[in-house]
């Protein structure tokens, strides 16, 4: 099976820490030299230098605030001005909890932008070098709530399923050139993104957040939460030439959670 990434260059969105390092780590490790995007330079700068380099990957950070797309737009169009991007990782902090009626209209259009319009712009520019290159591996992190939609996440789960459709309808445009479009869904992974939904959920029912983290850890038949690098692992796997012959998915990576096929 032919996994390996050596002389390739991905754009890992979100990638200051959690599921976006993660997934940076792992493609580092089948070779590829990662460009990691987000906006906490410090964490940037850290994450960089604990990405693999044994293979001569170079690695490197832009900051980037997916609020805003136009210098999302500028921050990509630079990049792909200097070297060809082969993989492209979408994925952004997650938006605000909260029942779906209580939410502001606000909250829809910014989640769309960070979501669906930063994808976009991303997506246009990369492709241009994937199909020069013959090379193209394009995924989203999601979420499982694109299969069955989780309480109390009402923002989260309609901008999720927006997310997904774009992706399978991108999937089948960019067939015919050997890219490939797919999306990995967390589950419940060990990251301070699913601290902060304990700590909100908790919150929300006046519990303690240890009661929701023990709940939620009780509805995943592997009775455990996963760890990032086992979600980082399903992202290198789609990113590698092995995966060549697989778009178009929603890859649940969650312990067997989602409750449905
Ligand atoms: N962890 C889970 O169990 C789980 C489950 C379902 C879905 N998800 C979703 O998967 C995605 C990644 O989750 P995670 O657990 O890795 O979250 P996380 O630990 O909170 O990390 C989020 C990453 O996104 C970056 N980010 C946040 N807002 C940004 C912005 N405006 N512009 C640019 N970068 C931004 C953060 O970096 P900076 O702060 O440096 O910008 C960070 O690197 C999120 O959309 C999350 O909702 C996670």
Not at 29 to 49: D, F, H, M, Q, Y
Request: overall charge neutral; aromatic content about 6%.
């Amino acid at each position: 099976m032919k996994l390996s990434l050596t002389g390739k260059t991905a754009v890992v969105c979100g990638a200051s820490q959690g599921l976006g390092l993660a997934s940076a780590r792992e493609l580092a490790l089948l070779g590829a030299s990662c460009i990691l995007l987000a906006r906490n330079e410090k964490l940037l700068e850290t994450a960089v230098a604990s990405l693999d380099t044994s293979q001569g990957q170079q690695h490197n950070y832009y900051v980037a605030d997916f609020s805003e797309p136009a210098k999302v737009k500028a921050t990509i169009q630079a990049i792909v001005d200097d070297q060809f991007v082969h993989i492209l990782v979408n994925n952004s902090g997650g938006p605000s909890s909260g029942p779906i009626l209580a939410a502001e209209g606000g909250a829809f259009l910014k989640a769309f932008e960070m979501h669906v319009v930063c994808n976009q712009l991303l997506t246009q520019a990369v492709v241009p070098g994937m199909k020069a290159t013959g090379y193209g591996r394009i995924i989203q992190i999601i979420s499982t709530s694109v299969k069955v939609p989780i309480k109390n996440l009402g923002v989260s789960n309609t901008i999720r399923a927006a997310v997904a459709n774009w992706a399978k309808t991108m999937a089948n445009e960019l067939a015919p050139f050997g890219i490939t479009v797919n999306n990995v869904l967390p589950g419940a992974m060990t990251t301070d993104r699913l601290k902060s939904l304990f700590k909100a959920t908790g919150e929300a029912r006046g519990v303690p957040e240890e009661t929701i983290a023990e709940e939620w850890r009780q509805e995943i038949p592997m009775q455990r939460f996963g760890d990032p690098s086992e979600f980082g692992a399903a992202v290198a796997f789609l990113a590698s030439p092995a995966a060549g012959y697989i778009t178009g998915i929603n890859l649940p990576v969650d312990g067997g959670k989602t409750p449905s096929l």
